[in-house]
């Protein structure tokens, strides 16, 4: 889950509503850059990142009872396999077009991780192999993959930034990536209304993206199960931001 400080205690936006995020902004790319199989494509990006939340699994709190963000966890090797499992069968159960993107996207993630963790190399060497009897069932070479893989990563990177607060005040600029057409892009506030995107990569000039964050107003919990309930009956706030072309 996403975790932002507020006034108040912490804003919660979890890993589900943030690749939901990123099939909207996804739906509103030029229709140029879409890749084929659009809506396997879409649904790629909407569920690349489901599944990796478990309060069965572990606890999501720091050493003092906060939530824990997830760019603060670190899950042992066995959470990294069992994470990556739960995602690929997922996508293994739509289909091989969602699950070439996906399995691209967890490469990208764990292979770093691989060295550590013997279950997770045999993992990523399978996926490996399994992404090369994907690519010659949809007669597409590994650099188009590539291509359409970058399409997701510009979706998942630009979601996050939004997500985690991260576009700087005062009309600076924050990197997206290199991706799309091998671009690189920048995102930035151009007052208090409106963001924009450079290179403008999207079918219309103005456009409004939302996703659902839970306001907790405590600061600290002494449980896993007390944080659980927390979020459950937390207040919904809707997020907004406008983008235009400038």
């Known amino acids: 889950m996403i975790v932002n400080k507020i006034n108040t205690g912490w804003e919660v936006i979890y890993q589900y509503t943030h690749g939901l995020l990123a099939g909207k902004i996804a739906q509103q790319l030029a229709h140029k850059y879409r890749p084929p199989h659009w809506v396997e494509t879409l649904t790629a990006i909407i569920e690349h990142d489901d599944n990796q939340l478990d309060f069965e699994e572990k606890t999501y709190l720091d050493e003092v009872g906060a939530p824990l963000d997830f760019a603060l966890d670190q899950p042992s090797h066995n959470e990294l396999y069992e994470r990556a499992i739960r995602v690929l069968n997922l996508a293994s159960f739509k289909s091989g077009w969602i699950?070439?993107?996906?399995?691209m996207h967890v490469n990208f993630l764990y292979q770093s991780k691989a060295s550590e963790n013997d279950k997770l190399s045999k993992l990523l060497d399978q996926q490996k192999k399994l992404r090369n009897v994907l690519r010659k069932r949809y007669?597409?070479?590994?650099?188009?993959?590539?291509?359409?893989?970058?399409?997701?990563?510009?979706?998942?990177?630009?979601s996050l930034i939004l997500c985690q607060n991260e576009v700087p005040a005062l009309s600076r600029s924050i990197e997206i990536n290199k991706t799309i057409d091998n671009k690189q892009?920048?995102?930035?506030?151009?007052?208090?209304?409106?963001?924009?995107i450079t290179p403008w990569c999207f079918e219309q000039n103005e456009f409004v993206l939302s996703a659902e964050t839970r306001i907790v107003n405590q600061l600290q919990f002494k449980s896993n199960h007390a944080l659980h309930k927390a979020l459950t009956t937390a207040q919904v706030?809707?997020?907004?931001?406008?983008?235009?072309?400038?």
């Open 99 to 103: 699950t070439l993107l996906v399995s």
């Open 139 to 158: 007669d597409i070479t590994k650099e188009d993959a590539t291509t359409y893989y970058n399409f997701l990563l510009f979706c998942d990177r630009c």
């Open 185 to 196: 892009y920048f995102i930035k506030r151009i007052d208090d209304t409106f963001y924009t």
């Open 237 to 246: 706030h809707l997020n907004q931001w406008s983008l235009k072309r400038t």
